[in-house]
């Protein structure tokens, strides 16, 4: 560094000289920045009806306002909530209004056609009505030379960390593009570090992607190609980051990854293992809910499991994609397991676990199924009679080898998909449970905004009541009628009896539960402007350093 006398400087203009470095010489050792030409004023009027996105020579923290969405599952959300929380932090607004946004960060899912599809008309209507366009999630990471992601900013799915430096670059008018895998002593790991801050959807719900990636090879499965291989989180890691939640004033704990099952097979430990530590940390009336495990990697675990689930803090539910009922399709699936398999875990756990809620996956119309394998999958749902189960007809995904093989046809896949609906809808699985009296942690508002939700030991979901204070809160409710997806209650306890779940109690009531009221009443009012301050600092230092170093 020079030191400059203040005598020798006239004005501000006079600190940059014709022999400094320019912008675009400053991003000559940057390979991950493309630095876009700006159009003329009159270029392509005639023609082109969209709007031009503002480009902005400099980028002060919290001038700019934007606008987040995200598909697909709950890896996606979490993943969601730490890129907005980076940005909170910096300084920008998040908001829900699309059209009053300067920059659009579109979180995708690469699981089904449609998916893409609504993914790829909300790129193109950003792009139209003269948005910044940052794109990320499995879509971009999976096929990252789409047509349609030509020209835009990418955030890979381990490089949510970054996405600040992404937005900002974005808005200046430079298109960004970071895929890489993050490594730790040459070895892959399983993505950005846990403790990163969040903005949460839901304010009292904490979910903890675990690990990314799976150790499957489905024949069907795009997701493969975005996330890789199994790399977990070290227990340690996961459990820190669960404290820290807790301490946030969260009161529900989701685990969340491809396949929670395989959880620690690539660092030399395990699901039970983590589980155990994890309930250690969870205080009381909080509560933990397994995600996603496919059958091949919770055989081996089954007795520990069983006893994980009947653990007073941990919701008796599990998620077990069997996806078809037939052995000659799980093989060519390669799902590496079999019905009996399946059925050996939903029995075995059943058994053991009082009051087990088991979900599950079907997928219609997989390319080899024959009526008879059809068959064999509507007696598996006869069978079980599952409460949670999720039905999807075949899409073939690009690069995939099930889209490589001749496909049934649409109306008989459609036929197909309607008998296993239909089987579904004939069963209330709630039924006769007027009068039952249950724990419930409530912690959501339901989709029709006319109810708060509520959740007992099996997970089941009930609804109650909006009275005042009762987010976050536990109580004892009698069950007054049900439905097919849900049990309607009645609160028994008196305000003054019901439980504070979260340990801060300040924080878990009058909880907003959408993304924009989140950014703002989950973070106090100093904190936000001590990160005001810091990003303010960070953006002059920054600007000092690039002109003069």
Same mark, same amino acid.
Request: aromatic content about 8%.
């Given at each position: 560094?020079?030191?400059?006398?203040?005598?020798?400087?006239?004005?501000?203009?006079?600190?940059?000289?014709?022999?400094?470095?320019?912008?675009?010489?400053?991003?000559?050792?940057?390979?991950?920045?493309?630095?876009?030409?700006?159009?003329?004023?009159?270029?392509?009027?005639?023609?082109?009806?969209?709007?031009?996105?503002?480009?902005?020579?400099?980028?002060?923290?919290?001038?700019?306002?934007?606008?987040?969405?995200?598909?697909?599952?709950?890896?996606?959300?979490?993943?969601?909530?730490?890129?907005?929380?980076?940005?909170?932090?910096?300084?920008?607004?998040?908001?829900?209004?699309?059209?009053?946004?300067?920059?659009?960060?579109?979180?995708?899912?690469?699981?089904?056609?449609?998916?893409?599809?609504?993914?790829?008309?909300?790129?193109?209507?950003?792009?139209?009505?003269?948005?910044?366009?940052?794109?990320?999630?499995?879509?971009?990471?999976?096929?990252?030379?789409?047509?349609?992601?030509?020209?835009?900013?990418?955030?890979?799915?381990?490089?949510?960390?970054?996405?600040?430096?992404?937005?900002?670059?974005?808005?200046?008018?430079?298109?960004?593009?970071?895929?890489?895998?993050?490594?730790?002593?040459?070895?892959?790991?399983?993505?950005?570090?846990?403790?990163?801050?969040?903005?949460?959807?839901?304010?009292?719900?904490?979910?903890?992607?675990?690990?990314?990636?799976?150790?499957?090879?489905?024949?069907?499965?795009?997701?493969?190609?975005?996330?890789?291989?199994?790399?977990?989180?070290?227990?340690?890691?996961?459990?820190?980051?669960?404290?820290?939640?807790?301490?946030?004033?969260?009161?529900?704990?989701?685990?969340?990854?491809?396949?929670?099952?395989?959880?620690?097979?690539?660092?030399?430990?395990?699901?039970?293992?983590?589980?155990?530590?994890?309930?250690?940390?969870?205080?009381?009336?909080?509560?933990?809910?397994?995600?996603?495990?496919?059958?091949?990697?919770?055989?081996?675990?089954?007795?520990?499991?069983?006893?994980?689930?009947?653990? =007073? +803090?941990?919701?008796?539910?599990?998620?077990?994609?069997?996806?078809?009922?037939? #052995?000659? %399709?799980?093989?060519?699936? &390669? !799902?590496?397991?079999?019905?009996?398999?399946?059925?050996?875990?939903?029995?075995?756990?059943?058994?053991?676990?009082?009051?087990?809620?088991?979900?599950?996956?079907?997928?219609?119309?997989?390319?080899?199924?024959?009526?008879?394998?059809?068959?064999?999958?509507?007696?598996?749902?006869?069978?079980?009679?599952?409460?949670?189960?999720?039905?999807?007809?075949?899409? =073939? +995904?690009?690069?995939?080898?099930?889209?490589?093989?001749?496909?049934?046809?649409? #109306?008989? %896949?459609?036929?197909?998909? &309607? !008998?296993?609906?239909?089987?579904?809808?004939?069963?209330?699985?709630?039924?006769?449970?007027?009068?039952?009296?249950?724990?419930?942690?409530?912690?959501?508002?339901?989709?029709?905004?006319?109810?708060?939700?509520?959740?007992?030991?099996?997970?089941?979901?009930?609804?109650?009541?909006?009275?005042?204070?009762?987010?976050?809160?536990?109580?004892?409710?009698?069950?007054?009628?049900?439905?097919?997806?849900?049990?309607?209650?009645?609160?028994?306890?008196?305000?003054?009896?019901?439980?504070?779940?979260?340990?801060?109690?300040?924080?878990?009531?009058?909880?907003?539960?959408?993304?924009?009221?989140?950014?703002?009443?989950?973070?106090?009012?100093?904190?936000?402007?001590?990160?005001?301050?810091?990003?303010?600092?960070?953006?002059?230092?920054?600007?000092?350093?690039?002109?003069?170093?």
């Amino acid at each position: 560094m020079v030191d400059l006398d203040e005598n020798d400087i006239a004005d501000i203009e006079d600190l940059i000289s014709s022999e400094d470095i320019k912008p675009k010489e400053r991003y000559k050792n940057k390979k991950n920045v493309t630095l876009r030409a700006r159009k003329k004023a009159n270029q392509s009027a005639a023609t082109d009806t969209s709007e031009t996105a503002p480009i902005l020579e400099s980028v002060v923290p919290g001038t700019q306002k934007i606008y987040l969405r995200t598909w697909g599952c709950s890896h996606n959300n979490s993943d969601s909530e730490y890129m907005a929380g980076q940005l909170a932090a910096y300084g920008y607004q998040l908001t829900e209004n699309a059209s009053d946004a300067h920059l659009w960060l579109l979180n995708s899912c690469t699981v089904k056609n449609p998916s893409e599809d609504t993914f790829r008309n909300e790129i193109e209507n950003g792009v139209r009505t003269g948005k910044h366009v940052v794109v990320a999630g499995c879509v971009p990471q999976g096929a990252p030379k789409s047509n349609y992601l030509k020209g835009l900013s990418v955030i890979g799915v381990q490089q949510i960390d970054r996405v600040v430096e992404v937005v900002e670059e974005t808005l200046k008018g430079h298109s960004v593009r970071l895929l890489q895998n993050k490594k730790e002593d040459g070895h892959r790991i399983a993505g950005a570090k846990l403790a990163l801050p969040k903005v949460r959807k839901n304010p009292l719900i904490e979910i903890i992607a675990i690990n990314t990636g799976c150790l499957n090879q489905c024949t069907y499965c795009k997701t493969k190609h975005a996330r890789g291989d199994l790399a977990s989180y070290s227990p340690n890691e996961i459990v820190d980051r669960a404290k820290q939640a807790f301490e946030e004033g969260v009161c529900e704990i989701w685990l969340t990854s491809e396949d929670t099952g395989a959880y620690g097979r690539d660092i030399g430990s395990s699901l039970p293992e983590l589980l155990w530590k994890l309930v250690e940390v969870i205080p009381e009336n909080c509560m933990l809910r397994v995600g996603m495990t496919n059958p091949p990697y919770i055989l081996e675990h089954l007795n520990e499991i069983s006893k994980i689930l009947l653990h =007073p +803090r941990v919701y008796s539910f599990l998620h077990v994609p069997v996806q078809s009922g037939s #052995d000659a %399709v799980l093989a060519d699936m &390669k !799902r590496e397991y079999c019905r009996s398999d399946f059925e050996h875990v939903v029995d075995f756990l059943k058994e053991r676990v009082e009051g087990l809620t088991i979900a599950t996956d079907i997928i219609c119309g997989f390319p080899s199924e024959t009526e008879k394998d059809f068959e064999e999958t509507m007696n598996m749902c006869e069978k079980y009679r599952f409460p949670s189960l999720f039905i999807n007809q075949f899409f =073939p +995904r690009p690069g995939t080898p099930a889209a490589k093989m001749a496909r049934i046809p649409a #109306d008989l %896949v459609k036929r197909r998909t &309607k !008998r296993l609906t239909e089987l579904f809808n004939s069963y209330t699985p709630y039924a006769g449970r007027e009068g039952q009296v249950y724990n419930v942690l409530v912690t959501e508002i339901s989709h029709d905004t006319l109810h708060y939700v509520g959740h007992n030991k099996s997970y089941e979901q009930i609804l109650l009541p909006m009275k005042k204070n009762l987010l976050g809160k536990s109580v004892r409710v009698c069950i007054t009628s049900s439905t097919k997806f849900s049990m309607v209650g009645e609160i028994l306890d008196n305000e003054q009896n019901w439980t504070e779940c979260s340990q801060l109690t300040s924080k878990s009531t009058n909880v907003g539960i959408n993304l924009g009221t989140c950014a703002i009443k989950n973070a106090p009012k100093d904190k936000l402007g001590i990160a005001l301050l810091f990003g303010i600092i960070a953006f002059v230092l920054q600007f000092i350093w690039k002109r003069f170093w």
